[in-house]
C-alpha cells in the first residue's frame, strides 16, 4: 500500500521561505512520477512543481506563478522529495499536498495521479 506523508508546512512572514518534504512508502521515488499541488480555500487544487527521473537524472516541472522560486529535489535513499520555497507571498498561502503517480507524462494534471499525502498547511503573513 501507497503512502504519503508530508511535513514542514507552518507560518512564515512574507519574503521567508519554508522547506516541504514528502516521504513515501510502498513505492520508490522512481518508480514513476512526484508532484506538489496545492489548495486555498475556495478554490480548485493547482499544480505547483513536479519531478521524474530519466536515467536517474531529475527532471522537473514548476509552475509558472512559482517558477525562480521554488527548488524540487529528491533523496531515493530516503524515498523522500524536497519542495524549497523562497520569496514566499500571501497568495501562497494554501494547504500543500504532494502526489504520486507511475506516469512519466502529464505531470502538471491533477487527474495523472493515484495517490494523495494528506496535506500540510503553509500560511504566509503579511
Known amino acids: 500500500q501507497v503512502q504519503l506523508v508530508e511535513s514542514g508546512g507552518g507560518l512564515v512572514q512574507a519574503g521567508g521561505s519554508l522547506r516541504l518534504s514528502c516521504t513515501s512508502s510502498?513505492?520508490?521515488?522512481?518508480?514513476?512520477?512526484m508532484g506538489w499541488f496545492r489548495q486555498a480555500p475556495g478554490k480548485e487544487r493547482g499544480f505547483v512543481a513536479a519531478?521524474?527521473?530519466?536515467?536517474?537524472?531529475?527532471?522537473?516541472y514548476y509552475a509558472d506563478s512559482m517558477k525562480g522560486r521554488l527548488t524540487l529535489s529528491g533523496d531515493n535513499g530516503k524515498n523522500t522529495v524536497y519542495l524549497q520555497m523562497n520569496s514566499l507571498k500571501p497568495e501562497d498561502t494554501a494547504v500543500y499536498y504532494c502526489?504520486?503517480?507511475?506516469?512519466?507524462?502529464?505531470?502538471?494534471?491533477?487527474?495523472?495521479?493515484?495517490?494523495w499525502g494528506q496535506g500540510t498547511q503553509v500560511t504566509v503573513s503579511s
Open positions: 502526489a504520486a503517480t507511475n506516469a512519466l507524462l502529464s505531470l502538471t494534471l491533477r487527474s495523472t495521479y493515484n495517490y
Open positions: 510502498g513505492r520508490s521515488l522512481t518508480s514513476g512520477g
Open positions: 519531478i521524474k527521473w530519466r536515467r536517474e537524472v531529475p527532471i522537473t
